[in-house]
């Protein structure tokens, strides 16, 4: 009997192991995309996908990780993602739903060979370039698949090789030098330059993925000689004015700084006219507000992408702190009292980290009101 790429995965939702009339099942293969025949040797990972905001606030995505086969676990719907030396999910990310007692049967997993993408990083007078982050980015402009993979990502070698893995596909390949910014005061130089730094550049010498040129990854080969020649080295500032503020107070622009998948944060204060400027940044994504503390000022939250230029004129109007007031219902068996609800500027894909916090506690009952001042733009409230 072959059994080469049988996939049985054992999904029990009762609280023991023994069988029970609740038990279920996933049961299917694992096929190479591209002839059809099962593939052996197959690891697969199951990613149970929960209600949005249900997650621990350090948890990075809408998922809970566990790895098959796992006893007990609850009915729900799950990413799976398999694994196996060179190859990866061909098309999307597959998903299935498990309900109490069922038997999924005949699930069908493609895996199509990885694509290679390999090239030379240089500067714009032609050396290597040594710890340039590449990204692929599909032209389809969907990266969920590559997300999901960890793949279509690397850095380049002392002499400014890289090599990536992908789904096939067409994508541009951008390269970037990443650092991580920091919150020291800018350089003072006694010519009165500012450091300047390698821009995001886009093979084969773009400035943008618009002007990039698109490479055709294919399913087991490799698509070699994809250099990229960084474009010449810029000035990267944000700079702007803070309005709004009252007569004799100085406000402070709070830098969030999401930089090479990590961040830093640190506030500037502004000049006797509303001014801010900050130098020597690196590419990357920056969140910016604004704020006073007396009297209680906020500006809504900014964000900024730098790649090739500087941003400048860039207002921060302060407004007052709005109330914000709600109801906050705890599940059976848990004390109102003991929950606090954590407010939090909403910033998208910034880590939690970094976002700015303000805490009120909870009044005991079992559907209490929970009310406090919020200089959020726009905000979300997280029980804790």
């Known amino acids: ?77 799950y990413y799976l993602r398999p694994e196996r030396a060179g190859f990866l999910l061909a098309v999307s990310v597959p998903t299935v739903e498990i309900k109490p007692g069922q038997q999924v049967l005949n699930y069908r997993l493609e895996m199509s060979p990885r694509a290679l993408i390999s090239g030379r990083v240089t500067g714009d007078a032609g050396d290597p370039l040594r710890g340039v982050a590449i990204r692929a980015e599909p032209v389809s402009g969907n990266d969920i698949l590559l997300s999901f993979l960890f793949a279509g990502a690397g850095s380049t070698d002392d002499r400014g090789n890289y090599r990536i893995a992908v789904p096939p ?9 990443e650092s991580f910014p920091s919150d020291e005061p800018d350089e ?50 944000i700079s702007g004015t803070v309005s709004g503020i009252p007569g004799g107070a100085r406000a402070s622009v709070n830098f969030n700084a999401l930089i090479h998948h990590g961040n830093i944060v640190y506030d500037i204060e502004t000049g006797p006219d509303g001014s801010y400027s900050r130098t020597g940044l690196s590419p990357g994504t920056y969140y910016l507000y604004a704020g006073t503390e007396a009297p209680n000022l906020r500006s809504p939250v900014v964000e900024v992408e730098l790649a090739d230029g500087p941003v400048t004129n860039l207002d921060l109007a302060l407004h007052p702190v709005a109330p914000l007031a709600g109801t906050l219902e705890a599940p059976p068996g848990i004390d109102t009292g003991s929950l606090r609800v954590q407010i939090e500027p909403w910033m998208n894909t910034a ?34």
């Open 1 to 77: 009997m072959r059994r080469a790429g049988y996939l049985a995965i054992a999904l029990l939702g009762a609280a023991s192991v023994a069988a029970s009339e609740d038990q279920a099942g996933l049961h299917g293969t694992v096929v190479n995309a591209l002839t059809g025949e099962p593939l052996a040797k197959v690891q697969v990972h199951a990613m149970k996908r929960e209600p949005e905001g249900s997650l621990p606030p350090t948890a990075p995505s809408p998922m809970t990780r566990a790895v098959f086969p796992v006893a007990p676990i609850a009915p729900g719907t």
């Open 169 to 177: 596909g067409k994508y541009r390949i951008r390269a970037v030098i």
């Open 188 to 237: 003072i130089r006694t010519d009165g330059s500012s450091a300047a730094v390698f821009p995001t550049t886009w093979f084969p010498q773009a400035r943008s993925a618009a002007e990039a040129t698109a490479v055709e990854a294919v399913a087991g080969r490799e698509t070699g000689g994809i250099d990229v020649r960084m474009k010449p080295p810029v000035v990267l500032a």
């Open 351 to 384: 880590p939690h980290s970094a976002r700015v916090k303000r805490m009120a506690r909870s009044k005991s009952g079992p559907s209490s009101r929970n009310a406090t001042r919020s200089r959020c733009g726009r905000c979300r409230a997280t029980p804790t």
